[in-house]
């Protein structure tokens, strides 16, 4: 099984500043296979990227995502009062495996 | 609009079931997998496997295997996950969640999750 291993658990940051999310994972992962959520408190995750940097219908140009092999990258650019979040990668490559999450929280 | 909708809030026993459903409507069923995730209070996402909902084929996760059930009714587009024997650790929200690939083809993600049922589990 792959172990995707999100850092840091929690970001404390302003509106406005750049938010670098981290996702390693334990063996090599397919980008095709690749893709990051965001979780508010009492709702259901809502895809971001997929194939580890398109973005999802109607998400806002300021996420994107990069990286390949074992270690990518969610980037907000500027962040916005709505996206603090929890957000988390995922991959499904033999079996479908989470992060564990990265809580975006305001500063 | 794609939608799924859960079944509500159940309050178990140790010992006993539960059988979640979720109400696809909105694209055609047994185009797409639909694979079943929880999330204990507090914590992250866990996924527990899949139904195929044109041949009923399953996958569930190593962790759940002997233990959950999904099966399908395509009459009324609705899949169901079964978890038996409870515990206390399985107190959670179970979400099904539409699987997206390009006719078997990767990308693969989840594009559509229906709300969430909280399955508590208490004596």
């Known amino acids: 099984e792959i172990v995707l291993t999100q850092s840091p658990g929690t970001l404390s940051l302003s509106p406005g500043e750049r938010a670098t999310l981290s996702c390693r994972a334990s063996?090599?992962?397919?980008?095709?296979?690749l893709a990051w959520y965001q979780q508010k408190p009492g709702q259901a995750p809502r895809l971001l990227i997929y194939g580890a940097s398109s973005r999802a219908t109607g998400i806002p140009d300021r996420f994107s995502g990069s990286g390949s092999g074992t270690d990518f990258t969610l980037t907000i650019s500027r962040l916005e009062p709505e996206d603090f979040a929890v957000y988390y990668c995922q991959q499904y490559g033999s079996s479908l495996t989470f992060g564990q999450g990265t809580k975006v929280e305001i500063k | 609009q794609v939608q799924l909708v859960q079944s509500g809030a159940e309050v178990k026993k140790p010992g006993a079931s539960v059988k979640v459903s979720c109400k696809a409507s909105g694209y055609t069923f047994t185009g797409y997998y639909m694979h079943w995730v929880r999330q204990a209070p507090g914590q992250g996402l866990e996924w527990m496997g899949w139904?195929?909902?044109?041949?009923?084929?399953?996958n569930y996760a190593q962790k759940f295997q002997g233990r959950v059930t999904m099966t399908r009714d395509t009459s009324i587009s609705t899949a169901y996950m079964e978890l038996s024997r409870l515990r206390s650790d399985d107190t959670a929200v179970y979400y099904c969640?539409?699987?997206?690939?390009?006719?078997?083809?990767?990308?693969?993600?989840?594009?559509?999750w229906g709300q969430g049922t909280l399955v508590t589990v208490s004596s």
């Open positions: 969640a539409r699987f997206y690939d390009s006719s078997g083809y990767p990308p693969y993600y989840f594009d559509y």
């Open positions: 139904i195929n909902p044109n041949s009923g084929g399953t």
């Open positions: 063996q090599s992962v397919s980008s095709s296979y």
